[in-house]
């Protein structure tokens, strides 16, 4: 990206591009003239990236402080998904102009990064010149599964943890222990010291903090895998999920704008439908887009004897061919 020029005007650019590519609606020209991009020289600002809606219907934003690289485009685009959804939704009545749910709105952005991070996209806008291998098809497969798939325990605990607190389960004298038994029996890791009682990890989490549910994110990660099925579907891509790449389908465009401009104006399941045909939420499609490296890893497992999980241990039937020994949980060795 930086040999070929790339600027954070350009990432948006690059990001603009693909939505209009979809026949999605193109930025507006006080998109570009009033968002910020890089951080400032002349003043101190909060650079967590975010998507604004001023709710007048022609004043979308994103606050960001751009970096020139992979992780950043994708955040452009994710970012860009908010105000696609801001400006699709902006006929609806005010009190409609929302997602369908939050989690709705996660996902837009994160669907389309979907398709942008495949190698067949990257190399259609010229930012990788390697062909596909299968060495490489597991390599970016497991990075995938490094953002998406380690993601939802953690996604998942931080409002379990928080209702918990509301609902008195934790209180001041057990908010420390809470979270690291949430987080010891749901993402299996432990503090790398002895925690007093009365600290307050998850307070580290910027959106415990902040007051933000956290149960969104958790939904969209599901959601982003159901909704790009739905469009790899109607862009008629027929091979392997994980390769499929809808740029330049007007279909898959279409598709999306119908959920999308819905707002909040029917229940989310029934916005799920539109664009899915189902009125919930399914994993079946995050499966279906991991099971190659799925099943690679279970076969590197079993081969070298090793647990996945934590406190798992192979069948008989399984260990009695291999010369090693029954694998143990990491935790409790």
Same mark, same amino acid.
């Given at each position: 990206m930086v040999a070929q020029g790339y600027t954070p005007l350009k990432m948006f650019q690059t990001a603009d591009a693909f939505f209009q590519s979809l026949g999605l609606i193109k930025m507006n020209d006080e998109f570009?003239?009033? +968002?910020?991009?890089?951080?400032?020289?002349?003043?101190?600002?909060?650079?967590?990236?975010?998507?604004? $809606?001023?709710?007048?219907?022609?004043?979308?934003?994103?606050?960001?402080?751009?970096?020139?690289?992979? @992780?950043?485009?994708?955040?452009?685009?994710?970012?860009?998904?908010?105000?696609? =959804?801001?400006?699709?939704?902006?006929?609806? &009545?005010? /009190? !409609?102009?929302?997602?369908?749910?939050?989690? !709705?709105?996660?996902?837009?952005? $994160?669907? *389309?990064?979907? /398709?942008?991070?495949? &190698?067949?996209?990257?190399?259609?806008?010229?930012?990788?010149?390697?062909?596909?291998? =299968?060495?490489?098809? *597991?390599? !970016?497969? %497991?990075?995938? @599964?490094?953002?998406?798939?380690? %993601?939802?325990?953690?996604? #998942?605990? *931080?409002?379990?943890?928080?209702?918990?607190? !509301? $609902?008195?389960? #934790?209180?001041? /004298?057990? =908010?420390?222990?809470?979270?690291?038994?949430?987080?010891?029996?749901?993402?299996? *890791?432990? &503090? &790398?010291?002895?925690?007093?009682?009365?600290?307050?990890?998850?307070? /580290?989490?910027?959106?415990?903090? +902040?007051?933000?549910?956290?149960i969104r994110y958790f939904f969209s990660h599901i959601a982003q895998f159901q909704f790009y099925k739905a469009m790899c579907k109607a862009a008629n891509q027929t091979d392997a999920l994980y390769k499929c790449d809808f740029y330049n389908s007007k279909e898959a465009g279409d598709l999306l704008s119908s959920m999308l401009q819905l707002g909040s104006s029917l229940p989310w399941p029934q916005a799920m439908q539109k664009i899915t045909g189902q009125q919930y939420l399914d994993a079946s499609a995050m499966l279906e887009y991991f099971k190659p490296l799925q099943d690679w890893l279970r076969n590197e497992n079993v081969k070298a004897g090793d647990c996945y999980g934590w406190g798992y241990t192979w069948p008989d039937a399984v260990m009695k061919n291999l010369n090693t020994p029954r694998c143990r949980s990491t935790l409790d060795q």
């Amino acid at each position: 990206m930086v040999a070929q020029g790339y600027t954070p005007l350009k990432m948006f650019q690059t990001a603009d591009a693909f939505f209009q590519s979809l026949g999605l609606i193109k930025m507006n020209d006080e998109f570009w003239k009033n +968002s910020m991009m890089v951080q400032p020289q002349n003043r101190s600002v909060v650079c967590h990236p975010s998507a604004w $809606d001023f709710r007048n219907g022609q004043d979308f934003r994103i606050k960001m402080c751009t970096q020139v690289d992979m @992780a950043n485009l994708l955040i452009v685009h994710h970012e860009m998904g908010h105000v696609e =959804y801001y400006m699709q939704y902006a006929k609806q &009545p005010l /009190s !409609f102009r929302v997602g369908a749910n939050p989690g !709705f709105h996660e996902a837009i952005g $994160d669907t *389309i990064a979907l /398709s942008v991070v495949t &190698p067949q996209h990257l190399q259609e806008i010229g930012l990788l010149n390697s062909t596909s291998s =299968y060495e490489q098809d *597991i390599n !970016f497969l %497991f990075k995938q @599964a490094l953002r998406k798939v380690a %993601f939802l325990p953690s996604g #998942y605990l *931080i409002d379990l943890w928080r209702w918990s607190v !509301f $609902d008195g389960t #934790y209180n001041s /004298s057990t =908010y420390n222990t809470g979270w690291w038994n949430l987080r010891t029996k749901y993402q299996g *890791i432990v &503090p &790398p010291n002895n925690r007093p009682v009365d600290a307050f990890d998850a307070g /580290s989490k910027y959106h415990v903090i +902040s007051g933000t549910p956290y149960i969104r994110y958790f939904f969209s990660h599901i959601a982003q895998f159901q909704f790009y099925k739905a469009m790899c579907k109607a862009a008629n891509q027929t091979d392997a999920l994980y390769k499929c790449d809808f740029y330049n389908s007007k279909e898959a465009g279409d598709l999306l704008s119908s959920m999308l401009q819905l707002g909040s104006s029917l229940p989310w399941p029934q916005a799920m439908q539109k664009i899915t045909g189902q009125q919930y939420l399914d994993a079946s499609a995050m499966l279906e887009y991991f099971k190659p490296l799925q099943d690679w890893l279970r076969n590197e497992n079993v081969k070298a004897g090793d647990c996945y999980g934590w406190g798992y241990t192979w069948p008989d039937a399984v260990m009695k061919n291999l010369n090693t020994p029954r694998c143990r949980s990491t935790l409790d060795q």
